[in-house]
Nanobody, 121 residues
Framework: QVQLVESGGGLVQPGGSLRLSCAAS????????MGWYRQAPGKQRELVADMATGGSTNYADSVKGRFTISRDNAKNTVYLQMNSLKPEDTAVYYC???????????????WGKGTLVTVSS
């Protein structure tokens, strides 16, 4: 059983910063890609940023230059540093990871339960 647990969401004023964390635990053989998605009210879930084990990254155009993804492979933890936050960044942020649980099982996507980020004055 693999679990992803997010932390770090909350209320912040426009222009402020937040740092999200997500730790993967349980039966983990290999963790491949880790990343963050978000879903705003009435909108589809979208990729915010992700990072491969080797360090290559992808960012949504709307967050480039403001958000930075990083990970600690030894701890199976991924972070999202969010700076210069805007009201349109308000959403539930979900951690995602592609993990192979054991040497004899296939890898699959796992999701956290989400953490709410609200950007408002």
């Amino acid at each position: 059983q693999v679990q992803l647990v997010e932390s770090g969401g909350g209320l912040v004023q426009p222009g402020g910063s937040l740092r999200l964390s997500c730790a993967a635990s349980g039966s983990i053989f290999i963790t491949f890609r880790m990343g963050w998605y978000r879903q705003a009210p009435g909108k589809q879930r979208e990729l915010v940023a992700d990072m491969a084990t080797g360090g290559s990254t992808n960012y949504a155009d709307s967050v480039k230059g403001r958000f930075t993804i990083s990970r600690d492979n030894a701890k199976n933890t991924v972070y999202l540093q969010m700076n210069s936050l805007k009201p349109e960044d308000t959403a539930v942020y979900y951690c995602n990871a592609f993990i192979q649980p054991t040497p004899t099982t296939y890898g699959m996507d796992y999701w956290g339960k989400g953490t709410l980020v609200t950007v408002s004055s």
